[in-house]
């Protein structure tokens, strides 16, 4: 026994009632877990009191998009402040390998374009060790990280790798050797396979993404090769022809769990959430709509305008680069053009923008657009392109674009049927941060709302992504299982207030958020914090992989 964790309230995952525990570690795995005063340590055994501090398992989170980052900040924050141990990356089809040489510049700008990534951050940090998916898994798995990472295969490049971006289906011989890549990257370590075909995703150059030219029977076949493996999930971010019914065929023939985003909820659409869940549900197969916790709150400038990709006028201002993009907005030609479908398509959100930031318009911050617009006697529209245009395209505004029914949304978190994720970490750096949705679960739902209990809260952030996702040995408080642990005060968990840092590659900004009441984390049985102090150069973690034979 190397570790004895005495006194703790244990909360184990499962979702049963919390109880007083002791835990026992030898090396990174759970070796014991007894009523309080019931394990013997030895000698060299080093003891903490927990003093009743909630024990949980250490916090997985299956939506990021930590691609990227990961290449140059393998301590992965963060998300690593907010008690997540496990993150899985690689979601909506997205991702940075395979990626041949040439190809490069696109995978770049895709990720700029659809996860408002950095370019600056991404020429600066990618560092491109890599061509296949195995070698992206190999460098991975040999780079210190403090945290244990997960990636699914992404269909764009994929896709991209296998059809050099040609706008078109994909030929019988395409299908067949992605497939064959596919089997590759879940014999590597893949966790699955996951696609994308929403319409807001416009990637490189303005242009559709590349999984978003795929026929639904180019999904069947690859979803097929989980089947035929017998492991791995499929992650869909939905769009045309593929929904709740094509999902629950998918799950059900390939014999496979399905995770879809996004369920959210629209105080403009109430009890819509509900509704979808409850006709899933009617159906057969193992699937999951994937929710949020949090609003889906994003501070944009009109240098990146990603939540308007949908708008076909828009993809205009997408298939520019950014420095271009403010000559379109003074162009009176294309504002015509875009006016009426901008102005109707956000007809709802208008009131719930407002100026966030802004280096000259301090007398409009706060102050929804809608309103400042007629006070102005303009529409919000060309107000929104005016303010941006005045101030060197800097002004941020604040956009509500989903999830804001709270009501609606504490049904949702108390309904097992649903996967709490989309913390979409990594991505949307400068424009929100949502990474810290499990401190915010516990302080906001749990402690303010009472909207589900501290077990359930735990059992959403642990025990039930453990399922879902098959990860082996993870995710509950059980002899045998790895010791990724936290412990946090129930009274003080929560989220600081947002900040926005300089700290990326290329001096790219970010929005951070960081915790409060997060005592102890422990990370395959190594301390990553204690007392509420991050141990510096402490890197735990492991690359997971997709069968129990092949985990370490």
């Known amino acids: 026994?190397?570790?004895?964790?005495?006194?703790?309230?244990?909360?184990?995952?499962?979702?049963?009632?919390?109880?007083?525990?002791?835990?026992?570690?030898?090396?990174?795995?759970?070796?014991?877990?007894?009523?309080?005063?019931?394990?013997t340590p030895a000698t060299h055994t080093r003891q903490v009191d927990l003093d009743g501090l909630v024990l949980a398992p250490g916090f997985i989170?299956?939506?990021?998009?930590?691609?990227?980052?990961?290449?140059?900040?393998?301590?992965?924050?963060?998300?690593?402040?907010?008690?997540?141990?496990?993150?899985?990356?690689?979601?909506?089809?997205?991702?940075?390998?395979?990626?041949?040489?040439?190809?490069?510049?696109?995978?770049?700008?895709?990720?700029?374009?659809?996860?408002?990534?950095?370019?600056?951050?991404?020429n600066a940090g990618i560092d491109w060790c890599f061509e296949t998916f195995p070698e992206y898994l190999a460098a991975l798995d040999a780079r210190a990280k403090r945290l244990n990472?997960?990636?699914?295969?992404?269909?764009?490049?994929?896709?991209?790798?296998?059809?050099?971006?040609?706008?078109?289906?994909?030929?019988?011989?395409?299908?067949?050797?992605?497939?064959?890549?596919?089997?590759?990257?879940?014999?590597?370590?893949?966790?699955g396979f996951s696609t994308s075909r929403q319409p807001a995703h416009q990637g490189a150059y303005g242009r559709p993404v590349p999984s978003r030219f795929a026929e639904i029977d180019e999904v069947d076949a690859l979803a097929s090769v989980l089947g035929e493996s017998g492991r791995g999930v499929l992650q869909v971010s939905i769009g045309p022809g593929l929904f709740i019914d094509q999902f629950s065929d998918l799950a059900v023939r390939h014999n496979i769990p399905v995770t879809w985003t996004a369920l959210v909820t629209r105080t403009d659409k109430p009890g819509a959430a509900r509704r979808t869940v409850e006709r899933a549900a009617a159906l057969p197969g193992e699937v999951y709509p994937q929710i949020a916790c949090r609003p889906i709150v994003f501070q944009i400038t009109m240098a990146d305008p990603v939540p308007l990709a949908a708008i076909d006028e828009w993809k205009e201002a997408l298939a520019l680069p950014r420095t271009e993009r403010a000559a379109l907005y003074r162009d009176s030609a294309w504002r015509d053009r875009a006016r009426p479908a901008t102005l109707t398509a956000w007809e709802q959100r208008w009131p719930k923008i407002q100026v966030e930031e802004t280096g000259v318009h301090h007398d409009t911050v706060g102050i929804p657009l809608s309103e400042l617009a007629a006070s102005r006697g303009t529409n919000p529209f060309d107000l929104m392109l005016d303010l941006a245009l005045a101030d060197d395209m800097a002004t941020r505004f604040r956009v509500v674009l989903e999830n804001d029914a709270d009501d609606e949304t504490a049904e949702l978190l108390a309904d097992p049927r649903t996967l709490l994720g989309l913390s979409d970490a990594g991505a949307h750096a400068g424009q929100l941060c949502d990474a810290c949705y499990s401190t915010h679960l516990l302080g906001h739902w749990v402690r303010e709302r009472k909207a589900l209990s501290l077990e359930q809260a735990v059992w959403r952030l642990t025990g039930h992504p453990h399922q879902a996702f098959r990860i082996p040995a993870r995710g509950l408080v059980r002899e045998g299982y790895f010791a990724d642990l936290v412990a946090f005060e129930p009274q003080t968990i929560g989220t600081t207030t947002i900040e926005r840092?300089?700290?990326?590659?290329?001096?790219?900004?970010?929005?951070?958020?960081?915790?409060?009441?997060?005592?102890?984390?422990?990370?395959?049985?190594?301390?990553?914090?204690?007392?509420?102090?991050?141990?510096?150069?402490?890197?735990?973690?492991?690359?997971?992989?997709?069968?129990?034979d092949n985990q370490t």
């Open 1 to 39: 026994m190397d570790l004895l964790l005495r006194n703790a309230t244990l909360v184990d995952g499962t979702g049963d009632p919390a109880r007083p525990a002791d835990v026992a570690v030898t090396g990174d795995r759970i070796t014991a877990v007894g009523p309080p005063g019931t394990l």
């Open 149 to 191: 990472v997960g990636a699914f295969l992404g269909h764009t490049p994929l896709r991209l790798f296998t059809t050099g971006g040609e706008e078109r289906p994909a030929t019988p011989a395409e299908v067949a050797e992605m497939r064959r890549l596919l089997r590759e990257a879940l014999d590597a370590g893949a966790i």
């Open 501 to 548: 840092v300089h700290d990326q590659p290329g001096n790219a900004d970010r929005l951070i958020v960081h915790s409060t009441g997060l005592h102890h984390i422990w990370i395959n049985g190594t301390p990553t914090r204690t007392s509420g102090t991050d141990h510096p150069d402490t890197t735990p973690g492991r690359l997971l992989r997709t069968h129990p």
């Open 61 to 122: 989170d299956i939506h990021t998009h930590y691609d990227a980052q990961i290449l140059w900040d393998g301590d992965l924050t963060p998300s690593n402040w907010h008690g997540v141990t496990t993150v899985i990356m690689g979601n909506c089809g997205f991702g940075v390998a395979p990626t041949r040489p040439e190809h490069r510049d696109i995978v770049v700008r895709t990720l700029e374009n659809v996860e408002g990534m950095s370019t600056d951050a991404l």
